[in-house]
């Protein structure tokens, strides 16, 4: 499950239009669309300037939380493209924050439900979205985007199958 959004959009929708607003909300999108159909992700939600994608659903794969993270990882990308953009047409550049969950989440008809890995406990339906968004996100939610840094948190990792996450990467 990976959760991304925009930093500080309060601020950037009293500096523009509310046209311009959403047509800045739209190629964003439109930009983490291109990269989560690049990864075979599912985007299950737009919220405002957020978006909410699963990984092994509709269609699962052995390297899910892979995908998730290479995700994350190519939408911050994606933001150096779509800035040099936005800079010229519009005079503003985009932050995103990122938070993944690699744990299980099961998703149905009828809502999801989450495994806590630590645990033998559950939590239904309308808790699992909070918590798995909380879990993802950790102290995402709260942080600024500084130029040059990639804020971004995976939690539920699990070590040992051949795949290391990157230490560091190269500025935004």
Known sequence: MLFCDLV????????????????????YQAACAEVIQRFEGHIAQYLADGLLMYFG?????EDDAQRAVRTGLDIVRA??????????????????RVGIHTGLVIVGEEGMLLLA????????????????????????????????????VVSGWKR???????????PV
């Open 8 to 27: 500080d959009s309060t601020r950037l929708a009293s500096q523009l239009d509310p046209e311009d607003y959403r047509e800045v909300v739209r190629v």
């Open 57 to 61: 659903y509709p269609q699962a794969h």
């Open 160 to 170: 040992g199958r051949g795949w290391r996450l990157p230490l560091h990467s190269p």
């Open 79 to 96: 933001m150096r493209t779509l800035n040099r953009r936005l800079e010229q047409e519009q005079g503003v550049r985009l932050a995103v």
């Open 117 to 152: 890995q630590s645990s033998a406990t559950h939590v239904e339906a309308e808790d699992c979205l909070h918590h798995a968004l909380s879990t993802a996100c950790g102290t995402c939610s709260g942080a600024e985007a500084e130029p040059g840094r990639r804020p971004m």
